[in-house]
C-alpha cells in the first residue's frame, strides 16, 4: 500500500467519523420522561422565554444514579424551547471536566450546570466561570467557595443517614443487642462521611450503634465484593444499611450467595427495582431513604430561571434561592407507590 | 511509490522544537519523519472543529484550553515514552501522580511553603514521584520482575498510600503563593503550557541527541546486545522508571495548580490516555523505536478531539468509539510504514 492511500484512508476515516458525528445530534422525538406534571396553579415561567444556553458537566455515569442524573437533565431541558443544553462527556478525571467548564466560558454560554466529580477541585474554574458573568448552578457536590456558584442543589446526605437510622431504631425497637452493620459508598468522598455521621447519630438515640461497617465504591461489583465480607466478618446481624442503590444489586446477590436471613437491609438512593422488591414484600428489602436522582433537572430550570431573571413558583420571594436541599424520605410498602413514578431504573 | 515529500520541519505547533537540517535524518531514523500522518489527522481534526464550530473553536482561548488539557497528560505521556522505548511498560503513572499530589499538599508540606516557599511542595512532589519511580526501576531491572507487574503492584500500593495519606479527603492547597504563579500565564501562555513545552523539548533533547537517547533505543532493540556493547542496562533501566516518576512528579504539581487541590482520586486511568498517545505517536510498544514528536501529536489528537465534540455537542458515547477507532486506524497505519521502511 503506497503512502498515498495511507494516507487517503486516514482522510476517509476520519471523514466518515466527523460526518457519522454530525448526523448524531438532531434531537430525537420528545420522550415522556417520568417526571410530575406541573402543579395546579399554573406557573408563568414554563412560557418561552429569551434563548439560555446552558452547559452540564458530570461525573461519568458509572452507576445508575449517576446516568439517572443526566439522563433526566436532558428530558427537561428538551421541554423547554428556549434551552439549548450542551452536555460534556462524563469524566472522572478533574482536569478533563475543568476543561470541559472552561471550554463552556469560550462558547460564551448563559449558565453552566456543573455536577464536579470533586467539588473543591472544580472550585477554581467555576469561579472564574462566575466572574465571566455565567450563571453557575453547582449540583450535588459541593464547591468550596461561595463565589463559585450563584444557586447550589443538593440532596440531603447527613438527613439520609438520620432518615435510615431512624427506621432501624423503630423497627429494632428495645433490641440493645442489636447488631447493626453499614455498607458504605466510595469513603472519600464527604457525601459519605456525612452519611455515615448521620446513620451514627440516628442510632446513637435509640442506643444502637453501627458494629460493623465496609465501604465500596457505588458499583454493582464493589457492593457484591463488599457485602461478601461483611457476611464473612458478622457471623449474626440485625439489619444493614447500604448507602447506594447501584452497589445494592452486589450487595443483595452476596447475601442471596450466603442463604442468610436474620436480617433485613434498607437501601439508599431509590432505584426502581429496589422500589418493585419493597413492594412485592418478599425480599430482605424492607426500605430505602431516597437521594434524588432529579438534581441535575432541577439545576437546568433553576438555571433557566435565573438567567431570565424569573422568580421560583410558590414561594414569596422574588430571587431564587441560593441553596435549595431535596429532602430525603423513607420508602417502605406503605408508601412505595407515592415513589415509584419518579424512580430510577439502575 | 513513495516520495519522502511533506517532511519539511516547519511544523506550525509550539510544542515541536524546530527541526534543523542537519537533524532531518536524524528524525526520519527516530521515527518522527512517520508524523505525517498524525499531522493529517491533527489538521483535519482542526478543520472539522472549525467547520462545526468556526467561531469558538478558532480562537486563542480555546486553543489555550485544549493545550492546558494535554499539558498535564502530556508531561505523563513523554516519561512514558522513555518507558516504553526502553522496552517496558509503566501502569502506576496514574497512581504516582495521586501520590505525588497528596504527599505535596499535607499540612506540613503545606506549612513549610507557607513559611518559606512554594518551592517546597514542587520539590515534595518531584521527589515522591521520582522515589516511587526508583522503586519500580529496582523492581524491574534487578528484581527481575516483569515491567507489567512491577508496576501493577505501584499501581495499587501508590493509590492506596495516598488514600492512607490523605485519609481519602480532598486536601485543598492554602498557599496562595503556589497557586497564582502556576495558573498564571508568561507572556499570554499559561504556565502550565511552558511546563509542557519544556519538558517534552527536553525530553526530544534527551532521546534524539544524547548518549542516554542512543541507549534507551539499544536498551528496548535488543537488552542482550547492548549489554555486550558495554551499556549498563540494569542502571539504566532504572534511570528510564525514574524519568517516568519524575514526569509525575511534574504533572502531580500541574494538576494540583490547576485544581488547587491534592486528592488520591487524581490521575484516574491516566496509564491508559498516555499509553494509547504514546502508542498513536509512533512509540513501538515491544521497545526500540520512540518518538517524542510523535507523543506529543498524539496528546493533541485526543485532547483536540475531546474539544471538538465537547464544542459540537455531540454525543457521550460516540466520542469513546472515536477515540478507539483512532488508535486502530493510527496503528494499522505504522504498521504499514514500518514494513516498508524496514524492506528499503
Not at chain 1, 449474626?236 to 447501584?246: C, E, F, G, L, V
Not at chain 1, 430525603?328 to 407507590?337: E, F, G, L, R, S
Not at chain 2, 509512533?282 to 493533541?300: A, E, K, P
Amino acid at each position: 500500500m503506497s503512502r498515498r492511500s495511507a494516507r487517503t484512508l486516514v482522510v476517509t476515516g476520519l471523514s466518515v467519523l466527523a460526518l457519522a458525528a454530525c448526523t448524531s445530534n438532531t434531537p430525537k422525538a420528545e420522550e415522556k420522561s417520568g417526571s410530575a406534571p406541573a402543579g395546579p396553579a399554573a406557573v408563568k415561567n414554563d412560557e418561552p422565554g429569551q434563548k439560555v444556553k446552558i452547559g452540564f458537566s458530570a461525573p461519568a455515569a458509572d452507576h445508575g444514579w449517576m446516568g439517572a442524573i443526566t439522563k433526566a437533565t436532558q428530558a427537561e431541558a428538551k421541554k423547554y424551547p428556549d434551552v439549548e443544553l450542551i452536555v460534556a462527556e462524563g469524566t472522572n478525571d478533574v482536569n478533563l471536566q475543568i476543561s470541559q467548564v472552561e471550554t463552556f466560558i469560550n462558547q460564551k454560554v448563559d449558565a453552566i450546570v456543573l455536577l464536579p466529580f470533586d467539588g473543591a477541585a472544580l472550585t477554581p474554574v467555576a469561579t472564574k466561570a462566575m466572574e465571566a458573568g455565567i450563571t453557575v448552578v453547582n449540583v450535588d457536590r459541593e464547591f468550596d467557595s461561595p463565589f463559585a456558584a450563584r444557586t447550589t442543589i443538593l440532596g440531603d446526605n447527613h438527613g439520609m443517614g438520620v432518615s435510615a437510622g431512624t427506621y432501624v431504631c423503630q423497627e429494632l425497637k428495645g433490641k440493645k443487642d442489636a447488631v447493626v452493620a453499614e455498607i458504605a459508598g466510595i469513603d472519600s468522598l464527604p457525601l459519605t462521611q456525612d452519611r455515615s455521621k448521620g446513620f451514627k447519630e440516628a442510632l446513637a438515640d435509640c442506643g444502637l450503634k453501627v458494629s460493623n461497617r465496609v465501604a465500596a465504591d457505588f458499583t454493582v461489583e464493589s457492593g457484591e465484593k463488599a457485602a461478601a465480607n461483611l457476611l464473612q466478618a458478622a457471623p449474626k446481624i440485625d439489619a444493614i444499611w447500604n448507602h447506594d442503590d447501584d452497589q445494592g444489586v452486589g450487595v443483595m446477590a452476596a447475601i442471596k450467595n450466603s442463604g442468610r436471613k436474620e436480617f433485613f437491609v434498607v437501601g439508599g438512593a431509590g432505584s426502581a427495582n429496589v422500589m418493585r422488591d419493597i413492594k412485592s414484600g418478599n425480599s430482605l428489602l424492607k426500605a430505602t431513604v431516597i437521594y434524588p436522582s432529579t438534581q441535575g433537572a432541577d439545576g437546568v430550570r433553576l438555571a433557566r430561571l435565573l438567567v431570565q431573571k424569573k422568580a421560583l413558583g410558590d414561594l414569596v420571594e422574588v430571587e431564587v434561592p441560593r441553596t435549595v436541599q431535596l429532602y430525603a424520605p423513607v420508602v417502605t410498602k406503605d408508601n412505595v407507590d407515592q415513589y415509584l413514578p419518579t424512580a430510577f431504573e439502575s | 511509490m513513495t516520495i519522502e515529500g511533506g517532511t519539511t520541519p516547519s511544523r506550525q505547533d509550539t510544542v515541536t522544537p524546530p527541526a534543523t537540517q542537519r537533524s532531518t535524518t536524524d528524525l526520519l531514523r527516530t521515527g518522527a519523519g512517520r508524523n505525517l500522518g498524525l499531522v493529517v489527522a491533527l489538521v483535519l481534526l482542526c478543520v472539522v472543529g472549525v467547520a462545526t464550530a468556526g467561531d469558538t473553536f478558532a480562537t486563542g482561548a480555546n486553543v489555550l484550553t485544549i493545550l492546558r488539557l494535554a499539558a498535564v497528560i502530556g508531561v505523563v505521556s513523554v516519561g512514558m515514552t522513555f518507558v516504553i522505548t526502553g522496552g517496558g511498560i509503566d501502569l502506576s503513572v496514574g497512581a504516582m501522580v495521586a501520590l505525588a499530589s497528596v504527599w505535596a499538599t499535607t499540612l506540613a508540606t503545606q506549612q513549610m511553603a507557607a513559611d518559606y516557599h512554594w518551592i517546597f511542595m514542587v520539590t515534595t512532589a518531584l521527589v515522591v514521584g521520582s522515589a516511587c519511580g526508583l522503586v519500580n526501576g529496582l523492581l524491574v531491572a534487578y528484581g527481575k520482575v516483569v515491567p507489567f507487574i512491577a508496576t501493577l503492584a505501584m499501581l495499587a500500593a501508590a493509590r492506596g498510600l495516598a488514600e492512607i495519606l490523605s485519609d481519602r479527603r480532598t486536601q485543598i492547597i492554602s498557599v496562595n503563593s503556589f497557586v497564582d504563579f502556576f495558573g498564571g500565564s508568561l507572556i499570554g501562555v499559561p504556565v502550565l503550557v511552558w511546563i509542557f513545552v519544556l519538558v517534552a523539548a527536553a525530553g526530544w533533547v534527551l532521546l534524539n541527541r544524547t548518549t542516554f537517547g542512543r541507549r534507551t533505543f539499544a536498551v528496548g532493540g535488543n537488552a542482550e546486545a547492548a549489554r555486550l556493547a558495554g551499556i549498563k542496562v540494569q542502571r539504566h533501566t532504572v534511570a528510564l522508571y525514574v524519568l517516568a516518576g519524575l514526569c509525575c512528579g511534574i504533572a502531580a504539581v500541574m494538576l494540583m495548580a490547576r485544581t488547587t487541590t491534592g486528592s488520591s482520586t487524581h490521575g484516574q486511568l491516566y496509564e491508559l490516555d498516555a499509553i494509547a498517545a504514546v502508542v498513536i505517536g509512533g512509540t513501538l510498544l515491544s521497545g526500540g523505536r520512540g518518538t517524542i514528536v510523535g507523543t506529543v501529536f498524539g496528546v493533541l489528537i485526543f485532547t483536540t478531539l475531546n474539544n471538538v465534540f465537547t464544542l459540537n455537542n455531540l454525543s457521550i458515547s460516540a466520542q469513546s468509539v472515536a477515540k478507539g477507532a483512532i488508535i486502530v486506524i493510527a496503528v494499522l497505519l505504522q504498521q504499514r510504514l514500518a514494513r516498508r521502511t524496514t524492506g528499503s
